[in-house]
């Protein structure tokens, strides 16, 4: 276990040594996917010990996943409580905080390579709760000091990504909590300000959906505009009028006109759309 | 001054004893008007001292202001260096950061009371230039101690805010720096990732012009379809077709028609608008 420790610590210095940021998060992914054990440990690491992380900063990722027209969320469960999170992590001294959010989504959850955008910095001064806190910790049975640097006050950013749930298999490490899927409409109790940083990704989410990288990658290739509404109406959690649907959509001229789909009826058959990638954004 | 520094630190503290956060920058405001001569060690000393201030956070404030169709940035100059920079600052232990972004852009420019809305966070590992934090400090005439707080890596949080910068008369304590409000083509060399922490403020500014709140504070209360356009011309830094533009703006059902302006020729007088208060965000 020490070599595995000394080749893994060794492994994400010399990323930093050499300034190796970019590949960073994949030498952590190929070394900690060979040595997974290593996990658990670099967890309870993390939460007694300040010298490998940036203070009073935390990273938190909101995964929504669309399928089937159901919108949900992944969130972590903390062992031996009925409290939930989304997943959440910190910062090496030695990382890029866009890298920390990629690696501790990973992590907590082995849900990978997918595109995380960051959202929101929140940072009211009593958003840790300790009591919460220290059921959590109790649950998890490890010992938490009075002065432990994890109960002092984090400012968290807050990412967020949209996937489609159905190609997601949340793998979390059974030492320390359970992942699932949760409709918005029904969400367990929550810790801290996760309430709060889910809405909010929420929120982004919505306001942001003419963004066309957020959407892209839930579809097939091509798709019908009655396919692209459908996504839509769900992630606003609202009926849409198609006819100004259709307007609005080709006036944003992000979208490309293929061919026609092919049907018995051949008349009646919807067009087939694909995101215009050429234009820039 | 040791009475004054008691009284402030007292009444500063009283704001957080007794929870009363949302009025502790009024504290800040009225008490620092009051005894000016504070700002300066006040300064001083959070350079050098990190005991009252969160680690790792600091905020960064980018203020666009925008009058007679011209676009500028409020920046302060280092004293005796070329560096400028976005006026910034650290965060108090028991402070919320939108607290801290506001006292800390009084602070530094005598700016306040204004509307400012985080944008992003910065958390690239090497944002810090430590030859231009030296530079600066050597300029200031303070010296800086090689495991110095400040020289450690900052995370920071950018906001925004767009006023109208005849109205803003930045009043900078004269023995650290100057401000000035610069053209977004003609901006002087800029401290640490400050330009690119200034041209997402840009971007994201251009992408949220719809949101009304910012805008709305730039126009008089009623306005012409034709001075609402100058205003969104000058910020996306393009022309813009009179007739999309109107059908647009219709579109969003953000404006109330109000009435028609008086004119020599009444069949030729445009519309008056208003932006309608009583939609919700």
């Not at 030695?94 to 959202?119: C, G, K």
Request: proline residues 3%; hydrophobic residues 45%.
């Amino acid at each position: 276990m020490a070599l595995f420790n000394f080749v893994l610590f060794y492994c994400i210095n010399l990323g930093q040594w050499y300034e190796l940021a970019p590949i960073t998060a994949k030498y952590f992914t190929i070394f900690e996917k060979f040595f997974s054990m290593q996990r658990e440990s670099t967890y309870r690491e993390a939460l007694n010990d300040s010298d490998n992380f940036l203070p009073s900063i935390s990273v938190d990722c909101v995964i929504f996943g669309f399928h089937d027209a159901q919108l949900k969320v992944l969130l972590i469960n903390f062992k031996n409580t009925d409290i939930w999170a989304v997943p959440g992590g910190y910062v090496l001294l030695q990382e890029d905080m866009d890298d920390a959010a990629r690696r501790v989504l990973w992590e907590r959850t082995s849900v990978q390579d997918i595109f995380l955008e960051q959202f929101y910095a929140f940072g009211k001064r009593d958003r840790v709760c300790k009591e919460m806190q220290e059921e959590i910790f109790s649950g998890l049975g490890i010992p938490l000091a009075a002065d432990a640097w994890v109960s002092r006050r984090f400012i968290s950013v807050g990412y967020y990504a949209l996937v489609d749930f159905s190609k997601v298999i949340p793998n979390p490490d059974d030492h320390l909590n359970e992942c699932g899927w949760f409709r918005l409409d029904e969400l367990p109790k929550m810790i801290f300000d996760h309430a709060d940083i889910l809405q909010k990704a929420l929120t982004t989410l919505q306001s942001r959906l003419d963004y066309k990288l957020v959407v892209s990658n839930l579809l097939p290739e091509t798709f019908t505009m009655s396919e692209l509404q459908s996504l839509y109406e769900t992630i606003l959690g609202k009926k849409l009028l198609r006819t100004n649907f259709q307007r609005k959509m080709l006036g944003l001229e992000i979208l490309e006109r293929v061919e026609k789909r092919f049907s018995g009826r051949a008349h009646k058959a919807p067009y087939l759309y694909r995101f215009d990638m050429t234009e820039s954004e």
